[in-house]
């Protein structure tokens, strides 16, 4: 889970796909050039939502951002391949537990409990 303090000059969350269907997202941070615009996402998967900073938000180096990012994974609910029927990867969250500031948290949805 991330910790609240990295996340303290977060302006809003941007969700690029309707979370009402999904059990859980991966959340991690990222570099990014900028404060307000698309995260650029190169890792495994497919971005579904990005964190906006305040305007007033330092840079970790020159023109770098920490951002967070949710992604999922192809074999990810609700449309994989049961990799994670019951259970979850260690950086999911339930979306709607997300907000800017605070960290997502793991709930009985995440973990096919319910």
Known sequence: MISDKRLQKEAEIVWEVPIEDLDYVRETITLAGTRTRGVPWNGEGKRVGYAVLEEDASSRSPGRFNRRVFFLKS??????????????????????????????KKTPRVRAEE
């Open 75 to 104: 074999y990810d609910r609700p449309d994989g391949d049961g990799t994670y029927a019951t259970g979850c990867p260690s950086e999911a969250v339930d979306p709607r537990t997300v907000e800017a500031g605070q960290g997502g």
